[in-house]
């Protein structure tokens, strides 16, 4: 079965640097989104994909956030400059479309990142 | 703004008991899914719930949904081990995103 993949497994930054996680999504997705969560909460939605645009975003999603997809199959989340806060796992999600709406979300694996 | 609850938020149980997880949302929603998440792990997609009434169900675990009451039940028959986890449902609002309710943590034991 086709997966999600997402790159690294663990990041160990900083505070105040800068990070990028990655994802590979199934390839004939279309719509990606990043979630993230906290050590022990609910899983909480920061930004949805589609087009080469952002469709959505959240509070959480400001501007030390961007997504991109810069060669057609990575699509990165990046973080400018860290903050403690910003540790938590983060997931990479694809779906094939609104029209095929008995399809669920496909989530990688997630990248945990701990900043210090 | 869509707000998704879940209850219990913990829940221990012997094997062979059945229990019922709720998940009650605040506003509209067409689709609802469950998800089941091990420790430090991702999420699986468990069932795809998308009209009143829908009933789905995988081995011990049965998923339903009523619209008109925004609630959908997890029941789970005759729990083993293999099912401690913990299950997220996730409602989809007017756009695509998901809202995840709180998580029900499920530890089964002998």
């Known amino acids: 079965e086709p997966e999600v993949t997402q790159t690294p497994s663990h990041q160990v930054t900083q505070m105040g640097q800068e990070v990028i996680l990655r994802c590979v999504p199934i390839?004939?997705?279309?719509?990606f989104y990043w979630y993230r969560q906290i050590l022990g909460q609910k899983v909480e939605f920061l930004v949805s994909f589609y087009n080469n645009e952002i469709s959505e975003k959240s509070e959480i999603f400001d501007d030390q956030f961007s997504v991109e997809r810069p060669d057609g199959s990575n699509f990165t989340l990046k973080i400018r400059s860290t903050k403690l806060e910003d540790s938590a796992m983060y997931f990479c999600a694809t779906s094939i479309g609104r029209d095929r709406i008995n399809q669920p979300q496909h989530f990688g694996d997630g990248t945990r990142l701990s900043i210090l | 703004e869509l707000k998704v609850e879940q209850n219990p938020l913990f829940l221990s149980m012997q094997e062979g008991k059945n229990y019922t997880i709720y998940c009650n949302y605040s506003t509209t929603s067409d689709r609802l899914y469950w998800y089941r998440q091990d420790p430090g792990k991702s999420l699986e997609s468990l069932f795809v719930l998308l009209s009143n009434g829908a009933v789905k169900q995988e081995g011990r675990l049965m998923a339903s949904l009523d619209t008109k009451a925004r609630l959908s039940t997890l029941h789970i028959t005759a729990a083993v081990h293999d099912l401690s986890a913990t299950y997220f449902c996730?409602?989809?609002?007017?756009?695509?995103?998901?809202?995840f309710g709180t998580g029900t943590r499920l530890q089964v034991f002998p």
């Open positions: 390839s004939n997705h279309l719509y």
């Open positions: 996730a409602v989809v609002g007017y756009t695509d995103k998901l809202i």
